[in-house]
């Protein structure tokens, strides 16, 4: 039988569980659906020490359990469940995973992005025999070894400092010879005596005998190969938004982003949309937060204004 909800919350990062917050705070009977990992990259972050508030031992893994109890506190459901169609109603939408049916007078979508493949040689291969992507789930495993990150923006610089406290040595490899971090992430680095940088160069190809053992690399001024001995290799070169289920539903510009305003308004009335997946220049936790607080309280008025 179609189950029948307010809202329908379609991701559970730090936007989804924001907007489950504020829509089941507005009295919406509120559903989210998560098909992957709670707390999506916030739950995969180690240090969070610019989200206002969190300070000392703040950790993704924490400050997402804290925002999922609060949500469900407040009467918001969570299941684990993948979604397979959505449907525009004349009035509502209907949504049908691989367990459920579904009727709902809005949407959220809050379901983020996922990290980009740089596309050398090997990568699909050695995923996970060696090369991750997520530095909290597997820094690790690689106790007192070598390892290269590859990217330049916060996130790889910010991982790469993570990365430290297991890794004999961090090596991290950019495309120019400049970072994109910001400055205080950037000193961070620069004065940690185990981190090593390689300007300029891209990984042409990952090689080894089952596991990573060595990385092929190309500078790009002087078109040097080089070859750099490894035992892990972390990919931070930014992340692609999960769009691919509403291109035929709402707006989407040319990288794949969805367009709402600032109410969080998609161009189809009644669907919503924050965090990541949002086209919009700051991605971070508490843009995300607020995105997914502002979609909920919009949800909200939405319905009241809709359905007397
Ligand atoms: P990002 O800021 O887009 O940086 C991606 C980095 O990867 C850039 O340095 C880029 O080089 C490089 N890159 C892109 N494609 C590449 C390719 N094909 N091969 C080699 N290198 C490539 O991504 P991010 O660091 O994942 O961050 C994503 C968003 O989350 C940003 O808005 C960031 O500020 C935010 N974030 C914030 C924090 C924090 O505030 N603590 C932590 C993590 C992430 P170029 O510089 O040459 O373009």
């Not at 790009?220 to 769009?243: A, H, M, R």
């Not at 990541?276 to 995300?288: E, F, P």
Request: one cysteine or more.
């Amino acid at each position: 039988m179609t189950k029948e909800l307010d809202t329908i919350i379609i991701g559970a990062g730090a936007a989804g569980l924001s907007a489950g917050l504020y829509a089941a705070r507005g009295r919406l009977n509120t559903l989210i659906i998560e098909k992957g990992i709670i707390g999506g990259q916030t739950e995969s972050t180690n240090f969070i020490d610019n989200y206002p508030g969190s300070i000392e031992n703040s950790t993704g893994p924490l400050l997402t359990k804290r925002m999922k109890e609060q949500c469900e506190q407040f009467g918001a459901k969570i299941v684990q469940e993948e979604i397979s169609e959505i449907e525009k109603l004349d009035k509502g939408f209907f949504i049908k995973t691989n367990k459920e049916e579904y009727y709902t007078k809005t949407i959220i979508i809050a379901t983020g992005a996922e990290p980009r493949l740089a596309g050398f040689k090997g990568e699909k291969e050695y995923r996970g025999k060696g090369i991750s992507y997520c530095a909290t789930c597997d820094g690790d495993f690689f106790e007192g070894l070598d390892i290269a990150v590859i990217g330049g923006g916060d996130a790889a610089v910010e991982e790469g400092i993570f990365l430290t406290r297991f890794a004999n040595k961090v090596t991290i490899i950019h495309r120019r010879d400049e970072l994109r971090a910001v400055k205080s992430i950037q000193e961070k680095a620069f004065n940690n005596k185990k981190i090593d940088f390689i300007w300029d160069t891209v990984v042409e190809e990952v090689k080894g005998s089952g596991i990573v053992q060595s990385l092929i690399l190309r500078n790009k001024k002087t078109g040097e190969i080089s070859e750099l001995k490894v035992d892990g290799v972390f990919v931070y070169i930014g992340y692609v938004p999960n769009s691919g289920l509403f291109k035929e539903l709402v707006d989407i510009d040319e990288e794949g982003y969805i367009i709402g305003d600032e109410e969080m308004r998609t161009n189809v009335p009644g669907i919503f949309v924050a965090g990541d997946v949002r086209k919009k220049s700051l991605k971070q936790i508490v843009t995300a937060a607020a995105d997914g607080a502002i979609a909920g309280v919009n949800a909200e008025k939405y319905i009241s204004e809709n359905y007397k």
